[in-house]
Every structure is written in C-alpha cells, then in structure tokens.
DNA sequence: CTTTGTGCAAACGATTTGCAGGATG
DNA sequence: CATCCTGCAAATCGTTTGCACAAAG
C-alpha cells in the first residue's frame, strides 16, 4: 500500500488533474495515513509542504480529487467532515471514547440484503456505521 | 400511534420538561410526521403557531428534546440536521433523488452481527444508512 | 417567587466564493 | 499562451450564545 511520488503524479495525472505541489501534498498525505483526518488537520499539514496554501486551496482540492473519485469524504461526526484515500468499499468504527475513525471490512456485513427492504426501494448503496469502545480506550 | 393533546403533555412532563407553547408545537409536530424535516422546516411550522418563536428558541426546544430522549437527530445529508420523534431502533433510506428519507425496519438488517469486527472493539451501536431511489422517483 | 424558557441580535465554525495574479501543460 | 489553480478576504449557512424580559410551576 506504499505509493511513490511517481504514482501518485500519474494517478493525478491519469484522472487529468493538474499536478500543483498543494494537491500532490494533500492527496499523498492522505494515501499515506489510516486515520480519517478533518479539514483542519489536513490544512495543518499541507502548510508544513506549502506553508501558503489557504483553506480555500485545500478545499478546492479536496473538492477536485473528490470529483474524480480518488478520495471520499466521512460524515461521522456532527459539523466536520472527514476525508479518506481509501475509495474501496468499506463501513466506519468510531470510537465513543477517543473518536477515532476506522474502516470495517465490507465482508463483515456483506449479509446485509439489499432486496430486504419495502417494496418499491430501489437500493443502490448503503453504509454501516458502528459506533463503540476501541482497544485503546478500554 | 395517534397523540392527543393531552398525552403530549403529559410525556413532557414526565421527562421533567417545562410545558411552553413552543416545545410543545415542535414535539407536536415531529409525532405527527413520518418524514424527517430540518430544523428551517420546523420553523417555518412552528411559526405558524407561535409566529413570535425564533430560531434560538427553536433550537433550544430541539435541544431538550434530545436531551431527555424524546427526539433524535438525523445525519444523513451534508451540512444540514433533520430531526426524528422515532426514537426506537430503525435504520433509514434516502432517496438520492428527491432526497426523501424513510424508516427502514431494525430487523431487514438484523443480520448484522455486532460481534464480527476485528479483535477489541467494543460495538455499543451501530446503524444502517441506504441510499437509492424512492418509488415514486422511479 | 424561583427557576427555566423565550426572543432578539450578535457570535461561531466549517465550508464556499469572487477575483486578481500565478503556475501548469 | 490558454487554461486552470492559488491565495487572500469576504461571504454563506446552519447552529449556538449572551442577555434582558417573560412565563411556568
């Protein structure tokens, strides 16, 4: 899961996205970490690459690499919204304690029948989000 | 699953709640409905019987609410909070069309084991997000 | 009469936008 | 060089807060 700075430029480059230091640095970051960091976190270390990007680079770039799909965002939490590389299926533990953030694997409800619900529902997609205690905070 | 006048006040009462004309229109109003209306909606309702009624207070009513239970709050959308007086387990649909939300019945995912995460986490809760398109946008 | 709620307006915090100058392909 | 991106500041939008007055029990 270790992606070279020549990947990800031609990741960048493959969904025709301009390669600008601020977008390589923000999607990098994200590639390279398992948590699910906010806004601010992100703004925080972007600044330590790019110490002049603004918010409102950040969040254009977060908006044009949500736009190809490359990243996702988490809503988990009330009012902040988080952002995740991983784009493959996959549910949210948050923990209750700490608020930590991380993937469930989606084998873990695959059971979850999408033909279940009323008739008339055409399902298209659904997530699972577990709320509990992680090891840590027990 | 009809409520009288009568019965609201007495279940403000039993959580200890202060009976104003306000708390009770918004509770009034959250039972008898099935959708999942955002607090502007709520407003705009409540301003029909107290037309003096602001959002703060509107807010604080939601706010007592929740807090002993009556009501829970609804994330399902960017940005915005929708309110539920269903405060029983059930998951919920969205159409991602005209962006309806529905109840979706515990037990259609029943199956859902809680004890199949990984090793140490601790589930407390979890619920059920779909996303699809409602009957009459199909 | 004591406590809690209301209503106004101002404050907030996350995200968005307008726009002039700058970098990318 | 045409296009898209950056960075600054100001704007937006849902929600919260401070505070003086009013209402509830």
Redesign the interface.
Same mark, same amino acid.
């Given at each position: 899961m270790s992606h070279t700075t020549a990947e990800i430029i031609e990741t960048l480059k493959s969904k025709k996205l301009r390669v600008t230091p601020q977008r390589f640095a923000v999607y990098a970051n994200l590639l390279g970490r398992e948590d699910h960091p906010t806004a601010e976190q992100l703004l925080r270390d972007l600044n330590k690459d790019v110490p002049t990007a603004s918010q409102a680079t950040l969040y254009s770039s977060l908006q044009a690499l949500r736009g190809v799909g490359l990243i996702r965002d988490v809503?988990i939490e009330?009012g902040v919204?988080r952002y995740d590389a991983n784009v493959g299926l996959h549910h949210h533990?948050r923990c209750?304690s700490c608020g930590a953030i991380e993937d =469930?694997a989606w084998e873990?409800?695959q059971?979850? &029948?999408a033909g279940?619900?009323?008739v008339?529902?055409? =399902?298209?997609?659904?997530?699972?989000?577990?709320? &509990?205690?992680?090891?840590r905070c027990?």
């Open positions: 809503r009330e919204c533990f209750n =469930v873990n409800f059971q979850v &029948g279940q619900l009323r008339g529902l055409k =399902v298209e997609s659904y997530e699972v989000t577990v709320r &509990g205690v992680c090891d027990q």
